[in-house]
């Protein structure tokens, strides 16, 4: 008798080892969604090349619809530094960098006459950047001189954005959260925080575990990539 009950406790163990593991294999899943999503599969399908330059690795990718896009990564902290997108110019020309993510493009001249011009905005008008750190996104909103009381700061999941207004009505801003977007996540107001200093209005949205996910084991996927001797032209604007 205490044989039997021995090969059935053991029995019992070894039953609820496997339903750990099959439970610890559906949370694994669930945490890799991301790679399901065309965004995922599109990045792994572009034609991409890498350069490096100090500490800074530049990606170009040439996606299957002929859109083209480039990264900067800080080799240090691995972190996505800017991201742009190339826009076909007005009249046929060679067109310009559309920044996603980071500073505008250094050589990037606006063109201030004819036609093609572009609009230029005035020093004193409201000027928003993106940035992005290791765990958050971030939005930088300069020109804003109001106190911190004076904005409202809200998750619109149903339009799939983060709302900006003031109670003076004086500013309102609709920011795109295309990260979220492209890995059909939803915009939620728990990770919003949002500080002013010098001017700046600063949003910060906590990124989801998925997206940290995707950070890292995108980076470790891009390790693949060959840096290339000779500099390709659309890197050099860069």
Request: hydrophobic share 30%; glycine share 4%.
């Amino acid at each position: 008798m205490k044989r039997s009950c021995l090969i059935e406790v053991f029995d019992g163990i070894d039953s609820f080892q496997k339903r750990i593991k099959v439970q610890s294999n559906i949370i694994e899943g669930n945490s890799k969604m991301y790679r399901n999503s065309i965004w995922y599969r599109s990045l792994l399908d572009a034609e991409k090349t890498c350069l490096k330059e100090d500490k800074l690795k530049k990606i170009h990718y040439k996606f299957q619809d002929d859109k083209e896009m480039v990264e900067e990564y800080n080799v240090d902290t691995q972190v996505l530094l800017r991201r742009a997108w190339k826009v076909k110019g007005k009249l046929g020309g060679e067109g310009k960098w559309d920044v996603e993510i980071g500073d505008p493009i250094p050589n990037a001249t606006p063109i201030t006459d004819g036609p093609a011009a572009d609009i230029i905005e005035s020093k004193d008008q409201p000027i928003l950047s993106r940035r992005n750190t290791r765990i958050n996104l971030e939005w930088r909103i300069r020109n804003l001189p109001y106190p911190i009381e004076t904005y409202s700061v809200t998750a619109n999941n149903d339009q799939r954005c983060i709302i900006i207004s003031t109670t003076n009505k004086k500013y309102y801003k609709r920011l795109q959260v295309p990260e979220l977007d492209r890995l059909n996540l939803p915009i939620q107001q728990a990770p919003i925080q949002c500080s002013h200093s010098f001017n700046t209005l600063i949003v910060v949205y906590k990124k989801p575990q998925q997206l940290l996910d995707m950070d890292r084991e995108w980076y470790e996927e891009l390790s693949k990539v060959k840096p290339v001797k000779d500099v390709p032209n659309d890197c050099k604007a860069q």
